[in-house]
C-alpha cells in the first residue's frame, strides 16, 4: 500500500519553503510576495505538524504551534495588505522596484 | 450487513469497492433530489403565487428538469474573447464539485455515512467554503464588470455570514461536545435540539439562507441590478454547474438543519421503545434515510415559502446586519450555554 | 502511513472531482460550436463594453474581509474549546469569556470606526 | 584652625568637589533670568568657598607632611566591588599643591570671567563650576579608574566652553582638542585594561603599586604600558609632536579658558606622568629615563624658537607654555630629588605665572580687540598700569629671582645637571630664549613710538588689578618663601624615588 | 495550571486590562482628548512595573503548560522592557496629539508591542516566543506605518513587515527543525538536547537550525548581516516608534537570545563548541561596531544616524555575549568575576535610558525646527537649554564618555571581552567608541555651535510628557552609574537565575 514516511512531509516542507524564498526573491509584485511569505509559513505548518505525528505522537506541541501559526500568518497577511493599501495611495503602484523614497 | 457479500473478494476489491459504491450511492441520491428539488421548487413557488409552474413535460411537469437538462447539455459553449479561460472553465468544476463532496460527512442513518470522521464538521465547512472561491473565479475570470461587483458581492455575503453560521453552532458543541454529525444525531434521539437552543436555529436558519444565495439574500444574482451577477457570462452547462452546485448546497444546508436541530434521521419521540425500535436492524436501513429526507425537503420547502415571501434586502442592510446582529447574538448565546452547561453539571 | 478508513472519502472526493469535470467536458463536446465575433464581446445588456473589468472597489468589502479573517482564525480556538468544554472547569469558561471580550472589543472598534457602515 | 587629620572628617576633599556642583545646581534652578550677573556672584562664591576649604586643608595638611600616613582626607566608598572599582580619593604632597592651585585659578577666573560669561551666563558658569568638579578629582583620584573618568570628565566642560565662548575658529579648536584628548585617552585605557587583568588587584594606584606585579614583568610589556600612559599625557603635556592642538585651543579660548588650560590642564599631563608612570614603572621610567629628558630638552628648545616666531601674543605664551612644560618633562626625567622637587615646584610656578600672562593678554585683547604684535605698540602710555604689570610677569616667566619660577628653575637645572649635563646646558638655552621673547614682547607691544589708534584704551579696572595681583601675591609668597610648597612635596619625592630605587 | 499561577502573570494581566479599557474608552473619546487614552496606558504600565516588582520573589516558576516562566532573568527583563514601554509613552503624548490622525490607537498600540516583549521575555517555549516576537513585531509595523498618508512612513512600514514576516518565518523553519530533533518545544530542554546534537553527525542539520533561529532573532537585533532595514524604517517612522524600536525589540530580542545561547552552549563538554559560536558571534559584533559607526559618520539626519548608532550598539552588546559564551570558568580569585551576561544586561539596561533620551531630546528639536535634518536644529540649544543638557549627556553616554553609565557599562563589557581572550574584539570596539564620538559630537556641535538656519521655530512647549522622560532618562544615566554596585548585584541575581 501507499505508505507515506515523515522525509516524505519533510520534503514537502522543505520545497513549500524554498518555493516560497524563491517567490519573494523572484517577483517585484508586492502582493506576489506577500503571498510567497505564506507559502512560507505554509512550509513551516507542514513540518510542524508532521514532525508533531511521528515524532512525538503523544504529545500535541506542533499541533498548537501549527493553530497559532496560522493565526498569527493571518493577522501578518492582514496587517501586510493594510499596509500594502497604504503604500499603493500613495505610490499608485504595487511594484517594489518603485518604492525607493528610502534608500533601502 | 448490507454489503456482507464482499467479504469473499480479495483486499484490493473491497477497497476498491469500498471507495467507490458508497460514494456512487450518496452521489444517485443527491442528484435525484437536485432534480425533484427543482420540479419541487417550481411547482410549490406556483402554488405560492397563484400561478401553474412546470406543468407541460410529463404528469404535472415533472419531465421539465430532463428536458432543460438535455437542453444545457446541447447548448452552445460560449466563451467571451477576454476571459481567463483555465479560470473560467474551473469555476462550475468547483463549485458542483464542492458541494458534492460536502455530503461526504453527512449520515442519512446510523453508519448510512461515506466518512464517519471526528472533525465532520469541520470538514464539511471547509469544503464547503470552497464554494466562495468558485464564485470569486467566476467572477474575476468573465472580464465583465457586473460579474465581478456580482462576485464581490457573493463573497462578501458569505464570509459575513460564514462567521454567525459557525457561532450559532458552538452551543450545539458545548452540549455534545464533539464534532461528529452522527453523533450529534444519537444524542437528539431522546429530545431535538430545537428546544434547548432555538435561537441557535434562528440564527443559523437565517444564515444559511445567506450563505447558500437564496433569496431574500440573493445579491449576488440580483437581476435588477447585476444582470445574472457572478454567471452573466456562463452559459449551456458551465451554467449548470453552478445551478447545480448551488441547489446541492441548499440541500446541504437543510440536511443540516435537519441534523443539528431536529433530531436528524429520528422521528418524534424515538425514546420510546417502540419507535426506537424502528431505527435499528433492518428497518432502520429504510426508515432512517426517508425520515432524514422528508425531513431536508420539508426544510427546503420553507426556504422556497421564505423566497415567495420577502423582498430582496440591499447589500450594506445584508452586511450590517450579520456584524451588528446576528454575531453579538450567537456571542451571547454561546455563553449563556457555557454558563447554564456549567451550572446544571 | 497506510491510508486506512478513508478510503470511501477518498471515492467521494474523486468522484465529486470527475463528475463535474465530465459533464463539462461532455457539453462540450455535445453542444454545436457556431461562434462569431459579436458572441465574444462581454455581455453588458448589449450595449459595446465600457471601462475595465477590473476597477476599484467598495472599501467596505476589504474591511469585511479584513474582520472575516480575524474571526474565521478565533474560530479554530472557540470550536475545540466547545467540544472540550466538558472537561474544563469554570476557569476555561472565564478564560474564554476574556478571549471572545477581545473579539467582541474589535467588533465594537470596527463599529464604532464605520467600517460596518455601508455607504 | 587646625586638626589633625586622621579626624578631620567634616574636611573632605568629596566636599571640595560637591560644593561646585551645587553651585551648579543653583544656578540651574535660578529661573529664567538671562542678562542678569547673579550666575557670576554665585560662581564667584562657590569658587572662593572651594579656594579657602582647600587652603584650610593645606595648613591642616602641612604638619602632617612626613609622616607615615601618605594620603589624608581619604573619602572611599566601595563603587562597583565587581570590578575592584571604588570611589577613592585623597590628597599626598603631590596633589595638595596641584589641587591649591586648581581652586585658587578656578576662582581668579571666576572673576576674569566678568564679562566673557554675558553671552549664555548660566551655562557658562555651569560649566565652569563643573569642569572644577572634574579638575579637582583628577587630582585627587587615588583609583585609576577613577582617575580616568575625571580625566575624560573634564573634556566635556572644556570642549563646550572653547566651543561656545571661543574665536572664529572655535568649532576646528574644540573639536582639534577633543580629537587629540580622546583618542590619546585610549591608549591609557588599554594600559588601564591591562594593569587591571595583568595585576589582578584592581583599579587602585596604591595597591596596585604595593603588590608589585608589574615590576615582575618583562621590560618590553613594561615600556608597552608605560607607553600608553605616557600617550595619553604627552598629549596633555604636550610634547613636542603631540602638541598641535595647543597653539589653537589657546588662541581660540577665551581669556579665563586659556588661563585654565595653561594653569591647570596641562599640569594634569605632568601630573599623571609623575604619579602614574613613574610611580607604576619605575623599570621602564629609568630605562626610558634619557629618552624623556631628550624629549623634554626638544620641548623647551622648539617651543622657545616657536614663540620667537609668532606674531600673535596669545601664540607667543601658548608656546611658551610648551617650552616651561619642557622644563618640568626634564626635571621630571631626571630622577632625582632635588630635580624632582623643582619640577614639581615649577608646575605650580608655571600654573601661576602663565595664568597672569594670559590674563594680562586678556586685558589687552579686552581693549584693544586685537593680538596682532605688530598692530600693538606703545601702549605704556595709554596703560602703565598694565604695562608695569606686564614687566613683572616677564620677570617672572623669565626666572628672576624673588619669583617662584626662579627657584623652580634653579632645582631643576642643578637636579638635572647631575644626571643629564649635556641636555641640561641645551635646555639652559631656553632661557635664554624665554628672555629674549618675553622682552621682545614687552618691548613691541608696550614701547615704541605711540599709536594714535590706540588713544582711548583705559588702564586696568578693579578687578583686574586684583586679579593680577593676587597671582601675583602667590608667585612671590611662594618665590619667597618656597618651603611652604616644598614642605609639602619634599615627602611625596622622597618617597617616590624610595620606589624608583 | 493553578489560579495562584496567575500571579506571576499578574503584570501582564494588568497591562491586558488596562489596554482593554484604553481601547473601548478611545472609541468614546473626542479627538482632542485623546491623551487620556495615554495616561490610561501609562497607568496601566506603571501598575504593571508596580506589580513586577511586588512578585520579585514569586517562588513559582512556570505557568501555562511551561510556556511561560517567572525567573529572576524573565523578572528583570520584563522590567527593563516595561521601563521602555513606560517611557515612550510618556515621550509620544506631544507627538501624538499633533502628528497622528489616530493618538489613542498610538498609545494603546505601544502597550500592546510592550506586552509582546513581555511575553518574549519570559518565554519558556518557542510557543511563547514566537506569539511574542510577533506581537511586537506585528503592532510595531502598524506603528511604523501609522502617518499613512506620508509614503515615508508606508514604505518603512511595508519594508519593516517584509523583513519581520521572512525572518519569523525563517526562525520558525528553524524552529521546526529543532522541533523535528529533539521532539519538543520547551527552550531549555531542546536547548540542552541540541548542544550535544550541534556536535554529533546530526551536526549540518542542527547548525542550520541555530543559524535559522538567531537569523530569524537577529533582525531584531539590527545585527549586521540582518541591519539593512533599520535606517529605513527609523527613518520613515516617527521619533517615538524609533525610540521603542532601537530600545524594547532590541531587548527583547537579547532576552532570547542570551537564554538560548545559555541553554545550548553552556552545557558541559561543549567548550569546543560553544567557542566556534563565540567567534562567530564576535565576528558579528564586530562587524555591527564597525559597519554602524562607520556608516553613521557620514549621515545628515538624525534619525538614520541614530539608527546606525544603534546597530553599533547591538554590536556592543553581543560582544557581552561573546564573552559570556568563551568565559567558563571563574577568573583567578583575586579578580572580580566579570561575567559576559552581566555585562550585557547592564549595557542594555543603560542603553535604555541613555536612547530613550537621546531620542527624546531630538524629537523635541526636531520638532521645534520642522525637520529632523542635523543642520536643520543648528543653534537651538539657547532655545532650551535643559532639554539640549540632557540630550547632549545622552550622546555623551552613547558614545561612552563619563559620568554617565556609558562609560561604566562599556568598560565592564570590555573587561569581560578581554577576560575571556577577545582582546582584539575590545579593540575594536573601543576605537569604535572613539569614531562613534565623532558624529555624536556633531549632533552636540550643531546644537550648541552652530548659528540657527530655521528661522520660524514651533516654541509651544512639548509638554510634561517629554519633560519627564527626559527627566528619566538622565535620572537613568546617572543613577545607573551612580549606584552601579547595587544596580549589578541585582542583574547578577538575576543571571544567576536564567
Redesign the interface.
Known amino acids: 500500500m501507499l505508505s507515506i514516511t515523515l522525509n516524505h512531509f519533510l520534503y514537502l516542507a522543505s520545497a513549500l519553503f524554498c518555493l516560497g524564498i524563491f517567490g519573494i526573491i523572484v517577483s517585484r509584485n508586492a502582493i506576489k510576495v506577500l503571498l510567497s511569505i505564506e507559502v512560507m509559513l505554509a512550509g513551516v505548518t507542514v513540518a510542524f505538524v508532521a514532525i508533531s505525528r511521528y515524532v512525538t505522537p503523544d504529545t500535541i506541541e506542533g499541533q498548537i504551534i501549527t493553530v497559532f501559526i496560522l493565526t498569527v500568518a493571518a493577522a501578518e497577511a492582514a496587517i501586510g495588505l493594510a499596509i500594502l493599501l497604504a503604500v499603493y495611495r500613495n505610490y499608485q503602484t504595487v511594484d517594489m522596484s518603485r518604492f525607493n523614497l528610502l534608500k533601502w | 450487513m448490507f454489503f456482507s457479500f464482499t467479504q469473499a473478494w480479495p483486499l484490493w476489491a473491497q477497497q476498491i469497492f469500498y471507495a467507490i459504491v458508497p460514494a456512487v450511492l450518496v452521489l444517485a441520491v443527491v442528484m435525484t433530489s437536485v432534480i425533484i428539488l427543482v420540479w419541487y421548487e417550481r411547482r410549490w413557488l406556483g402554488f405560492l403565487q397563484h400561478r401553474y409552474g412546470p406543468n407541460r413535460v410529463g404528469p404535472f411537469g415533472l419531465l421539465q428538469l430532463i428536458a432543460d437538462a438535455v437542453k444545457m447539455m446541447t447548448k452552445e459553449d460560449i466563451m467571451n474573447r477576454d476571459v481567463h479561460k483555465a479560470m473560467f472553465t474551473m469555476a462550475p468544476i468547483i463549485a458542483m464539485s464542492a458541494a458534492i463532496i460536502s455530503w461526504a460527512v453527512i449520515p442519512f442513518g446510523e453508519g448510512q455515512i461515506i466518512s464517519n470522521m471526528d472533525m465532520g464538521i469541520f470538514f464539511l465547512f471547509a469544503v464547503a467554503g470552497l464554494g466562495t472561491f468558485a464564485t470569486i473565479i467566476a467572477g474575476y475570470a468573465s472580464a465583465n464588470k457586473w460579474s465581478t461587483l456580482g462576485a464581490m458581492r457573493g463573497v462578501g455575503q458569505a464570509i459575513s455570514y460564514e462567521i454567525p453560521l459557525l457561532f450559532s453552532l458552538v452551543p450545539i458543541f458545548l452540549m455534545t461536545g464533539t464534532f461528529n454529525l452522527q453523533e450529534i444525531v444519537l444524542q437528539q434521539q431522546g429530545s431535538w435540539f430545537i428546544w434547548y437552543q432555538p435561537f441557535a436555529f434562528i440564527i443559523f436558519y437565517i444564515c444559511m439562507t445567506a450563505e447558500v444565495n437564496r433569496t431574500p439574500f440573493d445579491l449576488p444574482e440580483s437581476e435588477s441590478e447585476l444582470v445574472s451577477g457572478f454567471n452573466t457570462e456562463y452559459s449551456g452547462f458551465k451554467f449548470g454547474g453552478f445551478f447545480m452546485g448551488e441547489y446541492i448546497a441548499s440541500l446541504t444546508m437543510c440536511a443540516l438543519i435537519t441534523l443539528l436541530f431536529f433530531g436528524g434521521w429520528y422521528l418524534p419521540f424515538a425514546n420510546v421503545p417502540a419507535i426506537a425500535s424502528l431505527h435499528t436492524g433492518m428497518s432502520g436501513y429504510f426508515i432512517n434515510p426517508i425520515v432524514f429526507l422528508a425531513k431536508t425537503y420539508f426544510f427546503f420547502g420553507v426556504t422556497v415559502w421564505v423566497r415567495a415571501t420577502l423582498p430582496r434586502v440591499t447589500i450594506g442592510m445584508l452586511l450590517s446586519f450579520a456584524w451588528k446582529v446576528l454575531i453579538p447574538l450567537t456571542i451571547v448565546n454561546i455563553f449563556a450555554t457555557g454558563l447554564v452547561l456549567y451550572i446544571l453539571r | 502511513m497506510v491510508i486506512d478508513g478513508y478510503g470511501p472519502l477518498l471515492g467521494m472526493i474523486m468522484i465529486g472531482a470527475v463528475l463535474p469535470t465530465a459533464l463539462v467536458i461532455f457539453a462540450w463536446l455535445l453542444g454545436p460550436k457556431f461562434g462569431s465575433r459579436l458572441k465574444e464581446t462581454t455581455y453588458e445588456c448589449g450595449m459595446e463594453p465600457t471601462s475595465e473589468a477590473t476597477g476599484r472597489f467598495h472599501i467596505g468589502y476589504y474591511l469585511y474581509a479584513l474582520l472575516f479573517f480575524v474571526f474565521e482564525i478565533e474560530m479554530i480556538y472557540i470550536f475545540p474549546w466547545a467540544v472540550a468544554f466538558h472537561d474544563l472547569g469554570l476557569l476555561a469558561l472565564i478564560e474564554m469569556f476574556i478571549f471572545v471580550t477581545i473579539l467582541v472589543i474589535a467588533l465594537a472598534y470596527a463599529w464604532r470606526k464605520g467600517g460596518l457602515q455601508w455607504t | 584652625m587646625f586638626v589633625n587629620p586622621t579626624e578631620l572628617n567634616t574636611l573632605s576633599i568629596t566636599a571640595l568637589m560637591v560644593i561646585p556642583l551645587i553651585g551648579v545646581l543653583i544656578i540651574a534652578l535660578q529661573g529664567k533670568s538671562e542678562n542678569t550677573k547673579a550666575p557670576h556672584y554665585i560662581a564667584a562664591a562657590t569658587t572662593f568657598t572651594v579656594f579657602v576649604l582647600s587652603l584650610v586643608m593645606a595648613f591642616n595638611y602641612w604638619p602632617y607632611a612626613g609622616g607615615d600616613n601618605q594620603y589624608l582626607f581619604r573619602d572611599t566608598w566601595d563603587w562597583v566591588p565587581y570590578l575592584n572599582f571604588s570611589y577613592d580619593v585623597a590628597v599626598d604632597g603631590l596633589s595638595l599643591p596641584m589641587v591649591v592651585l586648581t581652586t585658587f585659578l578656578l576662582f581668579i577666573c571666576s572673576l576674569a570671567s566678568w564679562n566673557v560669561g554675558d553671552k549664555q551666563p548660566k551655562l557658562y558658569f555651569a560649566l565652569f563650576l563643573f569642569l572644577e568638579t572634574a579638575l579637582i578629582g583628577v587630582f585627587t583620584s587615588v583609583d585609576m579608574l577613577l582617575f580616568f573618568i575625571f580625566w575624560e570628565l573634564e573634556l566635556i566642560p572644556m570642549y563646550f566652553l572653547i566651543g561656545i565662548w571661543g574665536g572664529a575658529r572655535r568649532e576646528y579648536a574644540s573639536t582639534k582638542f577633543i580629537l587629540y584628548t580622546v583618542l590619546a585617552s585610549a591608549g591609557m585605557f588599554i594600559s588601564l585594561l591591562a594593569i587591571y587583568f595583568l595585576a589582578g588587584v584592581g583599579f587602585s594606584y596604591e595597591s596596585v603599586v604595593a603588590s608589585g606585579v608589574l615590576r615582575e614583568l618583562s621590560m618590553l610589556v613594561q615600556v608597552l604600558l608605560f607607553a600608553g600612559f605616557f600617550l595619553c599625557f604627552a598629549v596633555k603635556l604636550p610634547v613636542v609632536p603631540l602638541h598641535t592642538w595647543l597653539p589653537d585651543a589657546h588662541v581660540e579660548a577665551p581669556t579665563p579658558v586659556s588661563v585654565l588650560l595653561a594653569g591647570v590642564l596641562l599640569k594634569m599631563g605632568a601630573y599623571g606622568l609623575f604619579r602614574f608612570n613613574f610611580g607604576l614603572f619605575p623599570e621602564a621610567t629609568q630605562y626610558l629615563a634619557t629618552t624623556l629628558a631628550v624629549l623634554g630638552v626638544i620641548n623647551i628648545v622648539y617651543g622657545a624658537m616657536l614663540a620667537l616666531a609668532q606674531t600673535d601674543m596669545k601664540k607667543v605664551i601658548a608656546y611658551s607654555s610648551v617650552s616651561h612644560m619642557g622644563f618640568i618633562l626634564l626635571g621630571l626625567a631626571s630622577l632625582n630629588h632635588m630635580a624632582f622637587n623643582g619640577g614639581i615646584l615649577q608646575m605650580f610656578a608655571h600654573g601661576t605665572i602663565t595664568a597672569m600672562m594670559f590674563l594680562m593678554v586678556g586685558v589687552i585683547y579686552d581693549r584693544a580687540h586685537t593680538r596682532e604684535i605688530a598692530k600693538l605698540g606703545g601702549l605704556a602710555q595709554q596703560m602703565p598700569m598694565a604695562s608695569s604689570l606686564f614687566l613683572i610677569t616677564s620677570f617672572a616667566a623669565v626666572g628672576v629671582p624673588g619669583f617662584n619660577g626662579f627657584i623652580a628653575e634653579v632645582l631643576t637645572f642643578v637636579g638635572a645637571f647631575q644626571s643629564f649635563p649635556v641636555l641640561t646646558i641645551i635646555a639652559a638655552l631656553g632661557i635664554v630664549l624665554s628672555a629674549a621673547y618675553m622682552l621682545w614682547l614687552q618691548e613691541r607691544v608696550f614701547y615704541g613710538p605711540r599709536k594714535a589708534v590706540w588713544n582711548g584704551l583705559k588702564d586696568m579696572n578693579g578687578l583686574e588689578k586684583f586679579n593680577m595681583f593676587a597671582c601675583l601675591f602667590v608667585v612671590m609668597l611662594t618665590g619667597i618663601l618656597p618651603f611652604l610648597i616644598l614642605d609639602i612635596i619634599n615627602p611625596a619625592t622622597v618617597q617616590l624615588l624610595g620606589l624608583l630605587g | 495550571?493553578h489560579?495562584k499561577d496567575l500571579i506571576m502573570i499578574f503584570p501582564e494581566l494588568l497591562l491586558i486590562a488596562a489596554i482593554?479599557i484604553a481601547?473601548?474608552a478611545d472609541?468614546?473619546i473626542r479627538k482632542e482628548n485623546k491623551s487620556a487614552v495615554g495616561y490610561m496606558v501609562l497607568l496601566g504600565m506603571i501598575g504593571a512595573m508596580a506589580a513586577l516588582i511586588g512578585i520579585k520573589d514569586y517562588s513559582t516558576t512556570f505557568t501555562y503548560a511551561g510556556t511561560f516562566e517567572h525567573t529572576g532573568y524573565s523578572w528583570w527583563f520584563r522590567i527593563m522592557i516595561l521601563a521602555g514601554g513606560i517611557l515612550t509613552i510618556m515621550m509620544s503624548f506631544v507627538y501624538a496629539q499633533e502628528r497622528q490622525s489616530k493618538p489613542g490607537e498610538f498609545f494603546y498600540l505601544i502597550a500592546i508591542a510592550t506586552l509582546g516583549g513581555m511575553v518574549m521575555a519570559g518565554s519558556g517555549n518557542?510557543?511563547t516566543v514566537?506569539?511574542g516576537l510577533?506581537m511586537l513585531s506585528?503592532t510595531s509595523?502598524?506603528l511604523v506605518?501609522m502617518q499613512?498618508?506620508?509614503?515615508?512612513a508606508?514604505?518603512?512600514?511595508?519594508?519593516y513587515?517584509?523583513y519581520g514576516?521572512?525572518s519569523?518565518?525563517?526562525m520558525?523553519?528553524g524552529?521546526?527543525?529543532i522541533?523535528?530533533m529533539t521532539?519538543?518545544?520547551d527552550l531549555a530542554e531542546a536547548g540542552a538536547q541540541l548542544g550535544g546534537l550541534l556536535q554529533g553527525d546530526a551536526s549540518p542539520a542542527a547548525t542550520m537550525a541555530m543559524i535559522m533561529v538567531l537569523g530569524g532573532l537577529g533582525y531584531k537585533l539590527a545585527v549586521v548581516p540582518f541591519h539593512?532595514w533599520c535606517?529605513?524604517v527609523y527613518?520613515?517612522a516617527s521619533y517615538p516608534v524609533t525610540a521603542f524600536l532601537s530600545v524594547v525589540s532590541k531587548i527583547a530580542g537579547f532576552a532570547i537570545i542570551i537564554r538560548l545561547v545559555d541553554y545550548v552552549f553552556m552545557g558541559s563538554g561543549l567548550e569546543a563548541l560553544a567557542a566556534q559560536w563565540a567567534l562567530a558571534f564576535a565576528v558579528i559584533a564586530a562587524a555591527s561596531m564597525i559597519l554602524g559607526n562607520v556608516a553613521a559618520l557620514p549621515q545628515t539626519n538624525v534619525k538614520r544616524l541614530l539608527a546606525y548608532s544603534s546597530i553599533s550598539h547591538g554590536g556592543y552588546v553581543l560582544l557581552g555575549i561573546v564573552a559570556f559564551m568563551s568565559l567558563r570558568e571563574a577568573a583567578?580569585s583575586?579578580?572580580?568575576?566579570?561575567?559576559g551576561a552581566?555585562s550585557a544586561v547592564y549595557y542594555l539596561f543603560g542603553y535604555l535610558f541613555m536612547n530613550i533620551g537621546a531620542f527624546a531630546g531630538l524629537m523635541h528639536f526636531s520638532r521645534m525646527a520642522g525637520s529632523s535634518e542635523i543642520k536643520d536644529i543648528a543653534g537651538l540649544a539657547?532655545k532650551s537649554?535643559?532639554v539640549a543638557f540632557v540630550t547632549a549627556s545622552c550622546l555623551?553616554s552613547l558614545a561612552g564618555?563619563?559620568?554617565f553609565i556609558g562609560?561604566?557599562a562599556k568598560?565592564?563589557l570590555?573587561?569581560a571581552a578581554?577576560?575571556s581572550g577577545y582582546l582584539w574584539l575590545?579593540?575594536v570596539g573601543?576605537?569604535m567608541s572613539?569614531v562613534s564620538?565623532?558624529y555624536y559630537?556633531k549632533v552636540i556641535?550643531a546644537l550648541?555651535?552652530d548659528e540657527q538656519t530655521v528661522t520660524d521655530i514651533n516654541t509651544t512647549p512639548s509638554g510634561a510628557g517629554v519633560t519627564s522622560t527626559l527627566a528619566f532618562s538622565f535620572a537613568g544615566i546617572l543613577v545607573s552609574m551612580?549606584l552601579?554596585?547595587p544596580l549589578?548585584e541585582i542583574i547578577?541575581w538575576s543571571m544567576e537565575r536564567l
Do not use: C, W
Not at chain 5, 499613512?148 to 515615508?152: G, N, Q, Y
Not at chain 5, 583575586?334 to 561575567?339: E, G, R
Open positions: 495550571m489560579e482593554f481601547t473601548v472609541l468614546f518557542m510557543i514566537f506569539l510577533e506585528i509595523y502598524v506605518g499613512r498618508e506620508k509614503a515615508f508606508a514604505e518603512a512600514s511595508f519594508k513587515m517584509l514576516a521572512v519569523s518565518a525563517v520558525l523553519f524552529f521546526a527543525i522541533f523535528g521532539g519538543t518545544l539593512q535606517p529605513d527613518h520613515g583567578p583575586n579578580i572580580a568575576f566579570l561575567d552581566t539657547k537649554p535643559a555623551v564618555l563619563p559620568p562609560f561604566l568598560f565592564y570590555f573587561g578581554v577576560q575590545a579593540l573601543l576605537v572613539i564620538l565623532y559630537a556641535k550648541y555651535f551612580f552601579a554596585a549589578i547578577r
